[in-house]
């Protein structure tokens, strides 16, 4: 079993950066493939962008392609999603999830993920 917590959240202006992290509080994720999901007020939770259990491999959502950028570090058994050129509609809870079915896989679908973290808010002011 794994434990996940997301941190990095924050209040920041249009055309501004931040950078979400994920780590296990228990367990090991280092050879799961993983995922950044999001849900914004009054709207389902959607995919954002996975990645491979060595992070080799990464895939995004069309809405946040060439601006956000997910990465691993196994040795500190975190992931990071680094999110540039926020806009407003980027606000949202930010979920890291992990996935013990693949490895390998990039999986967009989200009941294919197994733990999940408690969110953490990024909001993005106009």
């Known amino acids: 079993q794994v434990q996940v917590v997301e941190s990095g959240g924050g209040l920041v202006q249009a055309g501004g950066s931040l950078r979400l992290s994920c780590t296990a509080s228990?367990?090991?994720?280092?050879?799961?493939?993983m995922g950044w999901f999001r849900q914004a007020p009054g709207k389902e939770r959607e995919f954002v962008a996975g990645?491979?259990?060595?992070?080799?491999?990464?895939n995004y959502a069309d809405s946040v392609k060439g601006r956000f950028t997910a990465s691993r570090n196994n040795a500190k058994n975190a992931s990071y999603l680094q999110m540039n050129s926020l806009k407003p509609e980027d606000t949202a809870t930010y979920y890291c999830?992990?996935?013990?079915?693949?490895?390998?896989?990039?999986?967009?679908?989200?009941?294919?993920?197994?733990?999940w973290g408690q969110g953490t808010q990024v909001t993005v002011s106009s």
């Open positions: 990645m491979t259990w060595d992070g080799s491999r990464t």
């Open positions: 999830a992990v996935t013990t079915k693949w490895s390998r896989t990039l999986e967009t679908r989200q009941h294919e993920y197994d733990y």
């Open positions: 228990w367990g090991s994720f280092s050879n799961n493939a």
